[in-house]
């Protein structure tokens, strides 16, 4: 359980920055996301938790060969999870302007994933669950993902 809640933030991490003026319109094709400098921010809630979990966030530039398919873009947009935890995106997979994939973790988590893509603009969410430490149930982690286009690479 411990290994899943430290992932989740990870995966998908709000950063703010009042003075970014928004990007101009840009041309990809659809279901994918332009490149360029993106802000992508998450907020994780767990089923019968007490308040809620900080957001997170992070600003990274985005390469035109992370957006060439499903693999490269949930790369992309993901933070880099930590192999201790053990997570694996499958079956990643682009179906029209959503990508779409499943997670399978060490410790029996699972999970799917759902996020729609434009050219300067994503949302979704990624849905965990893993057993519960009693043996009924399962423990139950909803993360809402939203980034954007802030600009072009190497502008702050």
């Known amino acids: 359980m411990r290994r899943l809640v430290a992932l989740l ?44 979990m900080r957001p997170q966030g992070f600003v990274r530039c985005i ?46 988590a699972w999970g799917h994933g759902e996020v729609l893509l434009k050219p300067g603009a994503l949302i979704g969410w990624v849905e965990m669950q893993q057993p519960a430490p009693s043996g009924s149930g399962a423990l139950k982690m909803r993360i809402d993902i939203v980034g954007s286009r802030v600009g072009e690479c190497g502008a702050k």
Not at 22 to 40: D, S
Not at 82 to 108: F, I, N, S, T, Y
């Open 9 to 52: 933030p990870l995966l998908f991490a709000p950063t703010a920055h009042a003075d970014d003026k928004p990007p101009p319109p840009l041309l990809a094709k659809p279901g994918k996301i332009a490149p360029g400098r993106w802000r992508v921010a998450s907020q994780m809630t767990m089923e019968g938790a007490r308040g809620q």
């Open 63 to 108: 390469k035109p060969e992370e957006t060439t398919d499903a693999d490269a873009i949930l790369r992309a947009i993901s933070r880099s999870p930590d192999e201790k935890a053990g997570c694996k995106p499958k079956q990643v997979h682009l179906e029209g302007d959503r990508l779409v994939w499943d997670m399978a973790c060490e410790g029996k």
